[in-house]
């Protein structure tokens, strides 16, 4: 198993950078938007579009990678089959017509589509990159997130189609290809050379990469395929995007409230910064305080009667709001990416009510007992608890981790705090599993895409970092991914989620509830996926 592919999607969500948050309607700072959510302003022709985050994207191919800023960038120079929009439903771009079944998708190809070198795009080109995401030795992350697993594809390139067939039915089949990149032939024979080169479809190209410093794209004038046929002419559209590396948070704002960055994603005492300033922002939602035990064999965690003592131990909702600082950030499920396919709350109501001294006495009659220095133990082994959260998520989240080793301490555990970067977040959930519960929030826009996480082979295996063997979330998993049908899919989807949540194997608590913030320019962001063909600039 390629264990640096593992850990793309959960380190995602802790870095602070525009795809590690979910796209939704704009939250004004008081000016006039547009009918699309989009703040007013008049258009700028010909300039240059900066766009700040927060990481260095590192290997450019996109079909190596689920890393939210590496897809963002990404998401400039390739283009996927089809689009969808922030209410759900679904726009032509490379593809003009599809027709869905169970488990098969036919896609007609747009025949005016080219490629930035000038060679058009043929229904061979995207069936071999659909083979290459399912050849296990690839090992692309996409395999089993975006593509499932044993999808066959068929291309006739004079009729202009690509068929694909799910070795099961489906009822998210369509909703993957949003998210799967199409290369051009150049990059299908040269993998190598996409780690800092672009090839394909898009309406930027690649034309000088510094990495942790900036990458600028240049545009496509003869580009007019785009979501619903969006093309880069009218008012407002740059001659270049330049991607700026900027690790620093308040360094971000203050170029933010300057003007010399356009858009970047904010997140805590620097964006009430911007709030105060009356910038313009788009609100975005992400999993952050997503709660999970390690259930491995001989940690505490793979003690039922122990996980549910310690979520009662917790107070949920003072977590919410020290990590957050808002009123409204508690969870009610695992997925937070709207448009999210399946409706609900899952977790209101299949959580233990918090109580400090019932969640000591349910640790007493599991036979934890106290010690001299209130330690509690169980067969010699004391009640020692390893709890990680990520450090891009700053001081409120740490100060609220603090909050979980004091609540922790009062009914008898040994709490140790680690603030773990995406480097050794990898390390220490597939490598040395040197953790006992902590915040590992995952992005997902699909019920389905968490099925590897959540269940199947464990670390150092598989994907499977808790070592969860949750038999309701098994059976009812397997049958929403054999279903067809939307409506019964996500039926199955809740009842499986659900009974994670209820057995105290992953926990929702909160979410981020930030911004991306826009200065002298737009773009959309549905799904928490940057449209590349909407950036506009005004002053």
Known sequence: MHRSAKTLAIA???????????????EGGGTETDDAGQPSAAPVDDGSFVLGVGNDPGNLDPSMTVLSVTRTVSRLSYDTLVHQRQDGSFVSQLATDWQVGPQEIEFTLDPDVTCS???????TDVKDNLDYITDPENQSPLLGVFVPAGLTTEADD?????????????????????????LCRSGLDDHDALAQETHGTGPWVLSEAVADD??????RADYAWGPDGTSLE???VPEEVVVRVIANPTTLTNLVLSGEVNAATVIGADADRLDSEGVEKIELRSPQGE?????AEGQPGSDPEVRQALLQALNIEALATVATGREDAQSVGLVTTEPKPCQGDTVSGNLPTYDSAAAAAALDAAGWSAGP???????????????????ATGDSVAAAAELVEQMWREVGADVTLQSVTSTQLNEVLFATGDWDAGWVPITVSLPSQLVPFFSGPAAPDGTNFGHLDNATYNERSTEALATGDTETACELWNEAETALISEGDVVPMFDAVAGTYLS???????????DGSSLRLGQ
């Open 12 to 26: 995602a969500a802790t870095a602070t950078v525009l795809a590690a948050c979910t796209g939704g309607g704009g």
């Open 117 to 123: 070198d000038g060679s058009p795009l043929t229904a």
């Open 158 to 182: 004079d009729a202009g189609t690509v068929t694909v067939t799910a070795p099961e039915p489906n009822a998210f089949l369509l909703n993957g290809f949003t998210n799967v990149f199409i």
């Open 214 to 219: 900036h990458y600028t794209y240049t545009r």
């Open 234 to 236: 009218g008012e407002g």
């Open 291 to 295: 709660f999970v035990f390690n259930q």
């Open 373 to 391: 220095d209130g330690v509690r133990a169980k067969d010699g082994e004391p009640l020692a608890m390893t709890f990680i959260y990520p450090a």
């Open 520 to 530: 002298g320019g737009t773009l959309e962001y549905p799904g928490g996926e940057l």
